[in-house]
């Protein structure tokens, strides 16, 4: 099963506030299904939207590499 992401947990991985995010998925920039009162956000959606930057690091925690600065947020 793929692994899903709260709005926190995608900021903290993307870097971003929690209300850019939420704003993110508003306007369907990011794909997000609704689970009671909270978004969650699949593995695949977020490398969708990083273009592919979203790598796991040593310790297997996801996160953006160096080259965010590439990326149009």
Partial sequence: MEQ???SD???KILKLNNETIRRFIREEKIKAVKIGREYRIKQS???LYTGGYLQADKSGVWCMDKW???LQI
Avoid: G, I, S, V
């Fill in 9 to 11: 947990e995608a900021a």
């Fill in 45 to 47: 959606d977020l490398e």
């Fill in 4 to 6: 899903l992401y709260t």
């Fill in 68 to 70: 965010r600065k590439t």
